[in-house]
């Protein structure tokens, strides 16, 4: 079985400033990971994904997560953040020989940024 | 194109009241899977399809969960006699059929009085 852990429920951050969202996993086999934004009153937008490849991912948005085995980590970073990043942050996972590729959920990180 | 489209957004029930959730899935997607988010929590797996066949009910809490996709495109969540734990969000995604990238509805927001 796989799980996903956000310790952080709540990052605040002021406008312009670095960010790290952190995500720490336990699973017995191989896994992709993903990050995925969640705005008020709206569905789970996919961020980024980590499928294989360079551990160093990127969004099109300025938002980076670094795959780290060893450390069975995702963490996600921002080097300057703005208002509009403001969101829920959902850390996922799913096996990659899942027949489904159901995803694995953290508990979510609400992430505030403030002018 | 259009996306995932969930209907209703809002549901308000009385407890004991049965209530049906509908999924719209991006055209030609042959996955489709049921998530339900409760309050300050994650989205946690109900069940999975592949065209019409449901391959895994594994998360629907109880036998008062069904769902269905009889055709293969549309789907429908159905809660019997609901319980005020059943209060949350139910997510719909949906996927090409070997893409791992899920693409999610706005979600149903239940509220059981």
């Known amino acids: 079985a796989q799980s996903v852990t956000q310790l952080d429920s709540q990052v605040p951050v002021f406008e312009e400033a670095p960010v790290e969202l952190r995500c720490n996993y336990s699973?017995?086999?191989?896994?992709?990971l993903f990050w995925y934004v969640q705005y008020p009153n709206q569905g789970l937008q996919l961020l980024l994904k980590?499928?294989?490849?360079?551990?160093l991912v990127e969004s099109i948005n300025g938002f980076e997560a670094e795959f780290n085995k060893s450390q069975t980590s995702f963490h996600l970073r921002k080097p300057s953040v703005h208002i509009s990043d403001t969101a829920e942050y959902f850390c996922?996972?799913?096996?990659?020989?899942?027949?489904?590729?159901?995803?694995?959920f953290g508990s979510g990180t609400r992430l505030l940024v403030r002018p | 194109g259009a996306g995932v489209s969930q209907s209703p957004r809002y549901k308000v029930a009385k407890r004991g009241q049965d209530v049906a959730l509908r999924c719209d899935p991006i055209?030609?997607?042959?996955?489709l899977f049921w998530y339900q988010q409760a309050l300050g929590q994650g989205p946690e797996f109900l069940t999975y399809?592949?065209?019409?066949?449901?391959?895994?009910k594994s998360g629907l809490p109880s036998d008062r969960f069904f769902a269905e996709r009889p055709e293969g495109s549309v789907s429908t969540l159905k809660i019997q006699r609901t319980q005020q734990e059943d209060s949350a969000v139910y997510l719909c995604?949906?996927?090409?059929?070997?893409?791992?990238?899920?693409?999610f509805g706005p979600g149903t927001r239940l509220t059981v009085t």
């Open positions: 995604a949906s996927s090409l059929s070997t893409g791992v990238e899920q693409y």
């Open positions: 699973s017995s086999v191989s896994v992709y």
């Open positions: 980590y499928l294989s490849g360079s551990t």
């Open positions: 996922a996972v799913t096996p990659t020989r899942d027949s489904s590729y159901k995803l694995i």
């Open positions: 055209s030609g997607h042959v996955s």
């Open positions: 399809f592949q065209n019409e066949a449901q391959l895994d």
